[in-house]
């Protein structure tokens, strides 16, 4: 007779929580990431050759703002070249960036490229690549999840908003130094030039600066809205903090800030499940 085997427990059993134990719970590991899906090919390229494009524009501005002779006015000189050089850099990493999440099929991949992809308009011979660009990642185009902020992510970091919120709002004190300042400076070193031209000047430094205030701007709004993609760009953001050196231990905490944050958005884990 199976006896043993259909007989109730006996009485003085104990469970893991009798004997003083903690219960058994089983903790599933964070699922991963659906892909994003697959970007065509010739998208890849025109991103490398617009990267490529970004990298030589800012090597340029930055070899001129090491290589430059300043003479008089220094701080005037190298504050304009020095901005006009950091935008360089947030197209670079806003370029790069794109081309990554592209490549990788993130979820944020498809705005941050349409974005990236925006600029290539200010170019004028980069309008049809840019609106092909955009037709194709907006007309079937499988972001793979929308958001991944959750109950463990539930709103950005404090210090990192304020930080793209700060940013963004330095535009007002670059148009200040660009129109104010710098303008009537121009003006009563040569007296003899038109002011229209010095104005033109600081029309063109101020076109050169967008994708600066640009980047944190979206980061910003990215982060304030919940998107994933403001977590990417506010991770720029704090890249440029550091590289700007009066802003360095700002760009370094918020970089610690977003580290500790963990968010789903800006981790290296491979995923899975991927639509074609």
């Known amino acids: 007779m199976l006896v043993g085997s259909l007989a109730p427990p006996a009485d003085d059993a104990k469970s893991p929580a009798d004997l ?7 903790v599933a590991p964070p699922a991963p990431l659906s892909l994003a899906s697959r970007a065509p090919r010739w998208l890849l390229i025109t991103f490398i050759i617009s990267t490529l494009l970004a990298l030589t524009w800012g090597a340029i501005f930055t070899l001129g703002l090491i290589n430059t002779q300043y003479g008089n006015y220094p701080i005037e000189n190298i504050t304009l070249n020095a901005v006009i050089s950091l935008a ?3 197209m670079l990493g806003l370029q790069t960036t794109a081309l990554v999440g ?5 979820h944020w991949g498809r705005t941050v490229a349409t974005i990236a992809a925006g600029f290539w308009i200010f170019t004028v011979i980069g309008i049809p690549f840019a609106i092909l660009a955009w037709w194709v990642m907006h007309r079937r185009w499988d972001p793979g999840v929308d958001s991944t902020f959750d109950k463990n992510h539930p709103s950005a970091p404090v210090y990192v908003v304020a930080l793209c919120a ?5 535009v007002l004190v670059w148009l200040w130094f660009l129109y104010l300042y710098l303008v009537p400076l121009l003006e009563q070193i040569n007296p003899s030039q038109p002011g229209g031209g010095w104005y033109w000047i600081a029309s063109v430094a101020f076109f050169l600066s967008i994708p600066l ?4 701007g979206l ?3 990215g982060l304030i809205q919940k998107h994933d993609w403001g977590a990417v760009l506010a991770m720029i953001t704090c890249v440029l903090w550091v590289l700007s050196l009066i802003g360095l231990p700002f760009g370094i905490a918020g970089l610690i800030v977003l580290w500790r ?5 800006l981790r290296a884990r491979l995923a899975s499940g991927a639509p074609a």
Do not use: D, E, I, N
Not at 20 to 26: C, I
Not at 102 to 106: D, F, G, I, S, V
């Open 166 to 170: 700060v940013g963004t709002g330095l």
């Open 102 to 106: 592209l490549y990788m099929r993130r």
């Open 88 to 90: 360089a850099v947030a």
């Open 213 to 216: 205030w640009v980047v944190q």
């Open 20 to 26: 003083g134990g903690a219960p058994l719970v089983a």
């Open 219 to 221: 980061a910003l709004v």
């Open 261 to 265: 944050w963990q968010h789903p958005a």
